[in-house]
């Protein structure tokens, strides 16, 4: 059975940093890009970032970019995201994401996490 | 970048009822490379269609997708009422995007 488990949420002052984890079993993790996507709360889903099978390649949304960085360890079967410079709109569920993905361009998401809450606020 | 529009934003229906759920791309989407989702309060996203209209596993088949280009149908034929939920369409990409949501509330 596929899972997907973050960990590392919590709540962090605006300006601050936190570290996402997300623990991958039941498939090969090395071959698969992987996803971040957030949903604030009552709101829609908003992808954030993507990351290629051996880490070469790595796309983010715009609002992030130069904050977040997202990273993998394949011999931990782990994926990461760090996050700086934290604001208020930062704050969401994040889920870690199984992503089909070929040449950069991610077509679905197939298998999802159940999410960690990220609070952005002092 | 690919903007993704649902309508409408709330439906309201009894079980058994027909569901049919809307999805419109500003401009076309390649391939019908698009997706939906399935989202019950306090779940992760369940992935519904990929494709347009090719159901994921284990998905029944009273879930169906259809159109091309711009326009997008999410259809469930009879709802039950673990079917009352909220619905994401998704469109690929280098940035994918995901559309507002359609909330199938029971009426």
């Known amino acids: 059975e596929v899972q997907l488990v973050e960990s590392g949420g919590g709540l962090v002052q605006p300006g601050g940093s936190l570290r996402l984890s997300c623990a991958a079993s039941g498939f090969t993790f090395s071959t698969y890009w992987m996803s971040w996507v957030r949903q604030a709360p009552g709101k829609g889903l908003e992808w954030v970032a993507n990351?290629?099978?051996?880490?070469?390649?790595?796309y983010y949304v715009d609002s992030v970019k130069g904050r977040f960085t997202i990273s993998r360890d394949n011999a931990k079967n782990s994926l990461y995201l760090q996050m700086n410079s934290l604001r208020a709109e930062d704050t969401a569920v994040y889920y870690c994401?199984?992503?089909?993905?070929?040449?950069?361009?991610?077509?679905?998401?197939?298998?999802w996490g159940q999410g960690t809450l990220v609070t952005v606020s002092s | 970048e690919i903007v993704l529009t649902q309508s409408p934003g709330t439906l309201s229906l009894s079980p058994g009822e027909r569901a049919t759920l809307s999805c419109r791309a500003s401009?076309?989407?390649?391939?019908?490379?698009l997706a939906w989702y399935q989202q019950k309060p306090g779940q992760a996203p369940r992935l519904l269609i990929y494709g347009a209209s090719s159901r994921a596993t284990g998905i029944p088949d009273r879930f169906s997708g259809s159109g091309s280009g711009t326009d997008f149908t999410l259809t469930i034929s009879r709802l039950e009422p673990e079917d009352f939920a909220v619905y994401y369409c998704?469109?690929?990409?280098?940035?994918?995007?995901f559309g507002q949501g359609t909330k199938v509330e029971i009426k």
């Open positions: 994401v199984r992503g089909i993905t070929f040449g950069g361009l991610t077509y679905y998401f197939d298998c």
């Open positions: 401009q076309s989407v390649n391939n019908n490379y």
């Open positions: 998704q469109q690929y990409g280098t940035s994918p995007g």
């Open positions: 990351i290629k099978q051996d880490g070469s390649e790595k």
